[in-house]
Structure formats: C-alpha cells, structure tokens
C-alpha cells in the first residue's frame, strides 16, 4: 500500500536559521512527489515536485527537497527561515493514478 | 485566470441535515479531485472526475456522499444526511497535470 509520513507535527525554528520539514513515503514502483503549503485561510499551493532525474529539486518561495531513494524521503529544505514561510506544509505522492497521498502535514513555525 | 472556487467557505448543519459543496475548476481543466481533511489528519483522497465521468471514487466513504459533474464544468458533493463524522475541510482540486486547489470547506456538523 502506498502511504506518505510526516513524523514532526510543528517544527519550529527561528528567522534565518535553515529549516527542514521531514518526509518519508512507501510505494512499490517510482513515485511522484510533491510539497504543497497552506497558508491561514487559503487553498493548497503546490511548492515543487520529483518526478524524475536530479535528486535535488528547485520549487517556489526558496525551497528545495531531496530525494533519497534508499531512505525512501523527500524532506524539505529551505537554507534561510523567513516568518512568512510559517505554514501548514503537506508532502504528497501519487503514482500514475493521478489522485494524490498525502500525509499528515506539518505545522511550520517561524519565529523572529 | 480564476483559480478553483469553492462554495460556501464555511457551513454549520445539524446532524441528518443535507449540504451541498460547490466546486468550479479552472477553466478547461478536465481532472476534477475531491478531498476532504477531518480532524486534523491527513487529507484523504474523494473521488476523481474526467470530464463529467466518474474516474476513481474509490475515496467514497459511504453512500451518503453523491458527488456530480453536470456537462463537466462545476462539481457538487452532496452529503445526505450528515454524520458528526463528516467535519472536516473539504478540498476541491483541478489539473491538466499539476493539482491546483481550491480554498475549501469548512463543514461542520453539530
């Protein structure tokens, strides 16, 4: 069966230090994974997908992710915090079906 | 360009009541996903529509929940008659390869 783990409920870090937001999935086959963010009141915005090639992959506001096929993660990364990337972060796979398995999510805390 | 809507953003119904959610893709798209999110766990996938067509529902929960496509533009879920259980956020997503979403519903049964 596939599924997808957010192990930390909230991560909280302080303004300018690197942040990661950890997840790790399971599926047979190679998949399709994906961050997406939400923000109070808002919809989900997607930050950036692996689908193939480079293990590090570039997406929106600064973040990156990495994935690690043996350890089977994709965390997330972002160099430098800011407060306004304090978020609800969701790590997502899907794996040619379309529909989309996500985790549990992960509150990000940015403290000045 | 208009990104997904939903409607109402937020709803409070009593227990066996009936609600009907709106969703209105984006333009052209013709994947239509349903997700809904309670108690804080993790967003678990409805069903898939591709046009007006039914794709994957396996996502249903139970035959209280009847979703539609009508000419493959907007989609209705519609709970009848409403559990506790069935509060959550309720996601409305639409892609012609990437999954944009919409802001959701707040359904709360009381």
């Known amino acids: 069966a596939q599924s997808v783990a957010q192990p930390e409920d909230q991560v909280n870090v302080a303004e300018g230090n690197p942040l990661t937001v950890k997840c790790t999935y399971s599926?047979?086959?190679?998949?399709?994974l994906f961050w997406y963010v939400q923000y109070p009141n808002r919809g989900l915005q997607f930050l950036l997908k692996?689908?193939?090639?480079?293990?590090l992959v570039k997406g929106s506001y600064g973040f990156e992710a990495e994935f690690n096929k043996s350890q089977t993660s994709f965390h997330l990364k972002k160099p430098s915090a800011l407060v306004s990337d304090s978020a609800l972060y969701f790590c997502?796979?899907?794996?040619?079906?379309?529909?989309?398995?996500f985790g549990q999510g992960t509150t990000l805390q940015v403290k000045p | 360009e208009a990104g997904v809507t939903q409607f109402p953003s937020h709803s409070v119904i009593e227990k066996g009541q009936t609600v009907t959610l709106r969703c209105d893709p984006i333009s052209g798209h013709d994947n239509l996903y349903w997700y809904r999110r309670v108690m804080g766990k993790e967003i678990k996938f409805l069903l898939h529509f591709v046009k007006e067509s039914k794709q994957d529902e396996s996502g249903m929960p139970n035959n209280r929940f009847l979703a539609e496509r009508t000419g493959g533009t907007y989609s209705t879920l519609k709970v009848q008659p409403a559990e506790l259980e069935d509060s959550g956020v309720y996601f409305c997503?639409?892609?012609?390869?990437?999954?944009?979403f919409g802001p959701g519903t707040r359904l709360t049964v009381t």
């Open positions: 997503a639409s892609s012609q390869g990437e999954q944009y």
């Open positions: 692996y689908i193939t090639g480079d293990n």
């Open positions: 599926v047979s086959g190679n998949p399709y």
């Open positions: 997502a796979l899907t794996h040619n079906t379309g529909k989309l398995i």
